[in-house]
T-cell receptor, first 113, second 109 residues
């Protein structure tokens, strides 16, 4: 069974540039999460989707971050414009349904210079 | 105070030792998760539990709901167990996990 796929694995940009990350969850998983993990800290939830609807985006900095899951399958997370403090690993996870076991992707490591 | 606290933050042990990592939480939960993260790698779910004890190979996870405490044990530790072990909780009414800061484990040969 294929796992959660993320791309790119690594991205280096300068501040004020934009970046987009892509996630393809495990087939059939209705719930998709984006987490931000800053070095030395635990992951922080940015947004949770249930199919193509947003369940929780309370911690998403909406002035610069956006995410979508238009067809309820894969998802993109965009940052525009990026700030130095956005340097982190962006983790995508999916689960069969809400409250079920999470499966994580390898993450996308962003460095903002 | 963080809602999920882990101890120790760092642990170095010799191969073969019995390892215990502790997790305490201060909120109501629907489930507790133990996760493993290797350097530069993604996160792997080890256990998801809401009561009692679970065992998988050399790993054992226990939870005491009344005391709001969980432990992860590794028996006969091996250098390949070296990783960051993260405790996370699912809170009632919210699905997204609340994570501890992780325990950085190094097993020396």
């Amino acid at each position: 069974e294929a796992g959660v796929a993320q791309s790119p694995r690594y991205k280096i940009i300068e501040k004020r540039q934009s970046v987009a990350f892509w996630c393809n969850p495990i087939s059939g998983h209705a719930t998709l999460y984006w987490y931000q993990q800053i070095l030395g800290q635990g992951p922080k939830l940015l947004i949770q989707f249930q199919n193509n609807g947003v369940v929780d985006d309370s911690q998403l900095p909406k002035d610069r971050f956006s995410a979508e899951r238009l067809k309820g399958v894969d998802s993109t997370l965009k940052i525009q414009p990026a700030k130095l403090e956005d340097s982190a690993v962006y983790l995508c996870a999916s689960s069969l349904d809400r409250g079920q076991e999470l499966f994580f992707g390898e993450g996308s490591r962003l460095t903002v210079l | 105070k963080n809602e999920v606290e882990q101890s120790p933050q760092n642990l170095t042990a010799q191969e073969g030792e019995f390892i215990t990592i502790n997790c305490s939480y201060s909120v109501g939960i629907s489930a507790l998760h133990w996760l493993q993260q290797h350097p530069g790698g993604g996160i792997v779910s080890l256990f998801m539990l809401s009561s009692g004890k679970k065992k998988h190979g050399r790993l054992i996870a226990t939870i005491n709901i009344q005391e709001k405490h969980s432990s992860l044990h590794i028996t006969a530790s091996h250098p390949r167990d070296s990783a960051v072990y993260i405790c996370a909780v699912s809170r009632g009414g919210a699905d997204g996990l609340t994570f501890g800061k992780g325990t950085h484990l190094i097993i020396q040969p």
